[in-house]
C-alpha cells in the first residue's frame, strides 16, 4: 500500500518562475493538507483540502499561492512568480475523515529559488 | 485555538541514557495530541497519540509520554537512547474541523 507521493523531491526555480508541487494521498484518504517547513521554525500550516474543495487556507499567503484536489488526480500546490523567500520543504499529509485522524506524510519537496 | 510550545529547540543525552522532550498545551484540554518524528530528508511518521483514554501512551520504538492536565504537559520520554532516535521530534494537536497544529520541534542528538 503505497504511502502518501510527492513529486518532485527537489525543485530548483528562478526567482519570478512558476513552482508546481503534486501530492498523491494515500488510497482511500480523502483530505490533504499542505505544510511548510523552515529550519528552527517547525512546520507552519498552509491549507487543507477535501475532493474540489478548499476547508481551511488561513496559513496561505494571500498573493502568489494557490491549491487545488481535484475529482481526479493529485493535489497541487502552486506558486507563482517565486521568491528566495519561499525556498522550503513542503510536506504534504494525508488522513482519512475523522477528527482525530493521524496524518501521514509524503516525504517532501524541497524548492530552492535563485 | 489550541496551541503547543516545546521547549528546548535542541536536547543531546549519551547513549543508554534517559530521553525527556518537554511538550505544553495551552490551557484549554485537548481531546487529542500527538508525537512524530523526522528524520532527515525524510516526512513526518507518527510515534504515538493521546485520546484521554488512557493517561500513559506507549507508542513506537519504546517511547511512552504521559499526559498531565495539572501541568498541562504531554512530555515524551524513552528509558535508554540510541543511536538510531537521533531525529527531531513534534508534538502536534488538532485544531477543531482543521488541521494539526505543531510546535517548533525538539532535535535530539544522541552520542557514544
Known amino acids: 500500500n503505497a504511502g502518501v507521493m510527492q513529486n518532485p523531491r527537489h525543485l530548483v526555480r528562478r526567482r519570478g518562475q512558476e513552482a508546481r508541487l503534486r501530492c498523491s494521498p494515500m488510497k482511500g484518504h480523502s483530505h490533504v493538507y499542505w505544510y511548510r517547513q523552515l529550519p528552527e521554525e517547525g512546520l507552519k500550516f498552509m491549507v487543507y483540502?477535501?475532493?474540489?474543495?478548499?476547508?481551511?487556507e488561513s496559513g496561505m499567503p494571500k498573493e502568489r499561492f494557490s491549491a487545488e484536489f481535484p475529482k481526479e488526480g493529485p493535489s497541487i500546490l502552486r506558486i507563482q512568480q517565486v521568491v528566495r523567500g519561499d525556498s522550503a520543504a513542503y510536506f504534504c499529509?494525508?488522513?482519512?475523515?475523522?477528527?482525530?485522524?493521524?496524518?501521514?506524510f509524503g516525504n517532501g519537496t524541497r524548492l530552492t529559488v535563485t | 485555538a489550541q496551541s503547543v510550545t516545546q521547549l528546548g529547540s535542541h536536547v543531546s543525552v549519551s547513549e543508554g541514557a534517559l530521553v525527556l522532550l518537554r511538550c505544553n498545551y495551552s490551557?484549554?484540554?485537548?481531546?487529542?495530541l500527538f508525537w512524530y518524528v523526522q528524520y532527515p530528508n525524510q516526512g513526518l511518521q507518527l510515534l504515538l497519540k493521546y485520546t484521554s483514554a488512557a493517561t500513559l501512551v506507549k507508542g513506537i520504538n519504546g517511547f511512552e509520554a504521559e499526559f498531565k492536565k495539572s501541568e498541562t504537559s504531554f512530555h515524551l520520554t524513552k528509558p535508554s537512547a540510541h543511536m538510531s532516535d537521533a531525529a527531531e521530534y513534534f508534538c502536534a494537536v488538532p485544531q477543531a474541523g482543521t488541521a494539526l497544529i505543531f510546535g517548533k520541534g525538539t532535535t535530539l542528538s544522541v552520542s557514544s
Open positions: 490551557s484549554s484540554v485537548p481531546p487529542y
Open positions: 483540502l477535501q475532493k474540489e474543495n478548499i476547508i481551511d
Open positions: 499529509a494525508s488522513s482519512p475523515p475523522g477528527y482525530n485522524s493521524p496524518l501521514h
